[in-house]
């Protein structure tokens, strides 16, 4: 049986969710409630169906499951148009949004609070959940159903953890985007032409991050193969190691993502 789901909201996450059900071998039912036209053209384009408020919905809708998508901030102001779908799984992936806060805009449903990230588009997605006690073995089922095609799932038992994870995967493909940027632009200070620069860093991440997904070894053991003693990696290694410098900055980063979640769900 095809299953129906309502997407809220369709921006970068919500679009990288929707692609991935998509491509999935037994698809589901999606419609997608977006007001902004550019975004509702787009996931259209999909296959999905597209409407721009939930006044579209037909009065005999009855999804399976509703993944709210919309920003932290807009969450208030939309929940009560959706509670009318008390049968269904909600599915929430706004950062900081609490599962008391969702509650309250929606009655005693069945809630999941879920954080995915955005290369849930390719398949690739780190995706960490935790259910109410509403949410019953079925629903929860489902919920791993939708998100296992679209990458690693991790559930969590503790509310709290949803946050953690929120610092980690959900913020953390900036971090790589950030290092590739930061790569070029070193391999441009050395005197690499621009494009050269450019694709030598991103293939390099790839391609380090490929042998790391696939070795058996951990991470410090393939770092270790790679450093050859008074080599050049040991050279820039120093530079990164001294003092745990980088370990140091990625926990300062991780932690200052950590806080705005807790903040957003104070908010």
Request: hydrophobic content about 50%; charged content about 20%; proline content about 6%.
């Amino acid at each position: 049986m095809t299953i129906r789901l309502l997407l809220v909201g369709c921006g970068n996450m919500g679009h990288a969710m929707l692609a991935g059900w998509m491509n999935m071998p037994d698809a589901p039912e999606v419609t997608v409630v977006e007001p902004a036209d550019a975004l509702r053209e787009r996931a259209a384009a999909t296959g999905a169906v597209a409407v721009a408020s939930a006044a579209e919905l037909p009065a005999d809708f009855a999804p399976e499951a509703v993944i709210l998508a919309v920003k932290p901030q807009m969450m208030g102001k939309v929940l009560p148009d959706y509670a009318r779908f008390g049968e269904a799984c909600f599915v929430s992936i706004a950062a900081g949004t609490t599962m008391a806060a969702l509650t309250g805009g929606l009655g005693e449903a069945a809630i999941v609070r879920c954080m995915p990230n955005t290369p849930a588009a390719i398949g690739r997605g780190v995706f960490g959940f935790t259910a109410n006690d509403r949410t019953t073995p079925e629903q929860r089922a489902l919920v791993r159903r939708l998100l296992e095609p679209a990458g690693t799932v991790f559930e969590v038992g503790d509310e709290a953890m949803i946050d953690r994870i929120t610092a980690v995967s959900g913020s953390g493909p900036a971090y790589l985007f950030h290092f590739i940027e930061a790569l070029a632009a070193a391999a441009k200070a050395i005197g690499l032409p621009d494009d050269v620069a450019v694709e030598a860093a991103r293939q390099t991440v790839f391609g380090a991050a490929a042998l790391a997904e696939s070795s058996p070894e951990d991470a410090e053991t393939l770092r270790k193969a790679v450093t050859s003693p008074g080599g050049t990696t040991a050279a820039a290694l120093g530079v990164l190691m001294e003092d745990d410098r980088l370990t140091r900055l990625m926990t300062q980063a991780v932690e200052a993502a950590f806080v705005r979640a807790e903040e957003l769900g104070r908010d």
